[in-house]
């Protein structure tokens, strides 16, 4: 069965004995996190007191699975065996070797696979689909911006913070992309005002600024029409000392597959196999065709030659500060009609 990391604690409780896998797949740090350890918690209760854990490598054998399942224990009747598999894929004799076991799975034994973010091609495969069958899966996903002031206004309840509209605003705008920080933040807002009704000043006074963004999530404000927010997290990537030159990459990179791809539905191709040429999923797949439909090939063209310019900027061969360049292209890019156009003096 598949879960949400919101419906996991109350669907563990609900479990009268255990499973014999449990899956967390995802690369959102705190909520893959507490969900690993609501697992663990779920199955020490069931008596589960031994854990033995496994890095997953590429010098990993398989057989040492088994190897551990089939092990009697002096210490503990029942085992958690823990497989930290990371990015790791597995190959048909691995995923051949997970399916025999979960066909017979050892009645003393749960399995725990925690993983990062798997694609489509892995969640097609018959491993995952036993894992599905027979287990639990936790698809973790990140918060996105426009849930984030909500998912922040249920934590802090569960914490007993109460924060007024504008406080669970500015929160939000402190610590967008780090759900760490966040948890840290309101740990530290229960402990410094417990019971009261927060205001922004308080807010203001208690949190630092934590934004956590990687270049990627520059491109995605910027496809989302949020020129606000594009320039936010364009700031924050300056200050936390990211080259100037990786930033183009990633932009220019979009720009180029956005003029692949309104060429090519100007001269009529359909979108769906477009996507799967260009490697879009989830909800970069509707942003694109936003992105699309407001932007034709010649302002691409035109957002192209003004990334050369970076390009010559950061050479020194421009006499312009390239994050000034960024900007630029990054506000048209999010659909901004610039009045003015930064040019070399």
Same mark, same amino acid.
């Given at each position: ?10 669907q ?23 969900s ?5 918690a ?18 990993f ?25 990371g ?5 048909k004799?691995?995923s051949?070797?997970?399916q025999r ?16 973010r798997?694609?489509?091609s892995?969640k097609?495969?018959?491993w ?13 996903w ?5 849930? !984030?002031v909500q998912?922040?206004g249920?934590?802090a309840?569960? /914490?007993g913070v109460? %924060?007024?509209?504008?406080a669970l =605003? $500015?929160l939000a705008?402190r610590?967008?992309?780090?759900l ?9 807002l229960a ?43 364009l ?11 990786v930033?183009?990459?990633a932009?220019t ?9 309104t060429?090519? !539905? ?6 769906d196999?477009?996507? /799967?040429?260009?490697? %879009?999923?989830?909800?970069?797949? =509707? $942003?694109?065709?936003n ?7 010649e302002?691409?063209e035109?957002?192209l030659?003004q ?23 990054t ?15």
């Open positions: 069965m598949k879960l949400r990391t919101d419906q996991l604690p109350n563990l409780e609900r479990l009268p004995q255990a499973l014999p896998v449990y899956l967390v797949t995802g690369d959102e740090p705190l909520l893959c996190g507490e690993v350890d609501a697992i663990r779920h199955l020490r209760n069931l008596g589960f007191s031994e854990r033995e854990v496994m890095h997953v490598d590429a010098s054998s398989w057989d040492s699975l088994l190897e551990s399942a089939n092990a009697l224990s002096l210490f503990a009747e029942r085992k958690l065996i823990e497989i930290r598999l990015s790791q894929k597995l190959n004799a691995s051949d070797l997970l076991y979960l066909a017979n799975p050892a009645p003393d034994n749960a399995l725990l696979i925690i993983c990062d798997l694609d489509r892995v097609q495969s018959a995952f689909k036993t894992v599905e069958q027979v287990g639990a899966v936790v698809e973790v990140p918060i996105e911006p426009d849930q !984030l998912w922040l249920q934590r309840a569960s /914490q109460q %924060l007024e509209p504008e =605003q $500015l705008d610590i967008e992309g780090n760490l920080a966040a948890r840290q933040e309101l740990d530290k402990l410094l005002y417990p019971g009261q009704r927060l205001s922004p000043e308080q807010v203001i006074q208690a949190v630092s600024d934590s934004s956590r963004f990687d270049i990627f999530a520059l491109t995605d404000a910027a496809l989302q029409s949020d020129p606000g927010r594009a320039q936010h997290v700031q924050v990537l300056r200050q936390e000392g990211n080259e100037s030159a930033v183009l990459w932009l990179r979009d720009i180029r597959m956005l003029h692949r791809v060429r090519a !539905l100007a001269a009529g191709q359909p979108y196999p477009l996507c /799967q040429r260009e490697r %879009l999923w989830g909800k970069r797949k =509707q $942003l694109v065709r992105a699309c439909r407001r932007l034709r090939p302002q691409l035109t957002l030659d990334a050369a310019d970076v390009d010559m900027a950061i050479k020194g061969q421009r006499a312009d500060d390239p994050w000034l360049l960024l900007s630029q292209i506000l048209s890019l999010a659909g901004c009609q610039l009045p003015w156009q930064i040019t070399a003096y």
